[in-house]
């Protein structure tokens, strides 16, 4: 989740937008560009573009009953993918 200044949180809770929702518009918002470099990240109007979020959604609620996993880089970049069918090996630093 996004750090919230002071201000976005109070206005969060006078809203009553919790932070899943922010994080939610974050994941699949349409950005906006705004002047001084903001963005405004909002869901699309149009109808059918929501209709078809929710279709992609479905789908992906369903990938969550597979247990998958990937190793990345500390770019961001997959270097592989795999089904999960015993315990991943992890180093703590």
């Known amino acids: 989740m996004a750090t919230l200044t002071k201000h976005a949180a109070r206005r969060c809770q006078q809203r009553s937008i919790n932070p899943m929702t922010l994080d939610f518009l974050e994941w699949f918002g349409c950005v906006r560009y705004q002047k001084d470099g903001y963005n405004c990240l909002t ?3 149009d109808p059918a573009e929501r209709a078809e979020m929710r279709s992609n959604m479905k789908a992906a609620l369903k ?3 597979k247990n998958v996993y990937a190793i990345n880089t500390n770019q961001g970049s997959v270097v592989t ?3 999960e069918c015993k315990t991943i090996r ?3 630093y």
């Open 90 to 92: 992890t180093a703590y």
């Open 43 to 45: 869901l699309p109007a």
């Open 81 to 83: 993918a795999g089904h």
């Open 63 to 65: 990938l969550m009953d």
